[in-house]
């Protein structure tokens, strides 16, 4: 083959060759700025599909609480109640002692606060233990050891982890910690 049978048509011209390298290059970059979005569109999907899972676990966490402690009040106004049995049954006298009402009641004053437990409701301790403002509520300081609870004045209670009535208490203090032996905290102040 001679150098004259290679046509000319078979080889570009060399503005072709331009055209053809300036539309790959452009096809690239189109290529490149696409594939920049997808990338974009599939991080912002993640992240929305990540929120959405956020988003879900927050409300059933929301409405496992709300089940939780929907009894709470309705809890709370039984409390007077299981105090005022309990009150009764530490002092009835020896006479009464014996009778079987007073039995009957003191199984009432159990069922309850059996029932009430099982509702999550327990007793917050208070006797001899070191004051806490979260879950106790100082109405009294008198002579004792400094810091710690030395006498309760009403029951305190949690359902499950958390104080819905603080318990009343009288503080100890040391001598010389105040001028006065007993200090009353009016409620309300």
């Known amino acids: 083959m001679d150098e004259k049978d290679v046509s000319s048509d078979d080889m570009p011209p060399p503005a072709q060759e331009d055209v053809i390298a300036e539309d790959v290059d452009s096809l690239k970059k189109a290529l490149a700025e696409e594939q920049a979005k997808a990338e974009g569109y599939l991080a912002n999907w993640q992240r929305a599909q990540?929120?959405?899972?956020?988003?879900?676990?927050?409300?059933?966490?929301?409405?496992?609480?709300?089940?939780?402690?929907a009894n709470e009040?309705?809890?709370?106004?039984?409390?007077?109640v299981l105090d005022d049995l309990e009150r009764a049954l530490d002092n009835i006298s020896e006479k009464l002692a014996g009778l079987t009402w007073v039995d009957g009641i003191a199984l009432i004053y159990r069922k309850l606060k059996a029932i009430?437990?099982?509702?999550?409701?327990?007793?917050?301790k208070a006797l001899g233990e070191p004051f806490d403002p979260k879950i106790h509520e100082?109405?009294?300081?008198?002579?004792?050891?400094?810091g710690k609870v030395i006498e309760e004045l009403q029951k305190g209670y949690k359902l499950y982890d958390r104080v819905i009535r603080p318990t009343m208490v009288k503080v100890g203090k040391e001598e010389g910690e105040g001028g006065e032996?007993?200090?009353?905290?009016?409620?309300g102040q």
């Open 116 to 124: 009430l437990e099982r509702h999550g409701l327990s007793e917050v």
């Open 138 to 146: 100082a109405v009294l300081y008198g002579e004792g050891e400094g």
């Open 73 to 80: 009040l309705l809890i709370l106004n039984l409390l007077p």
């Open 181 to 187: 032996e007993e200090v009353t905290v009016e409620e």
């Open 50 to 69: 990540a929120d959405f899972i956020n988003f879900k676990k927050r409300i059933e966490q929301d409405r496992e609480e709300t089940v939780r402690f």
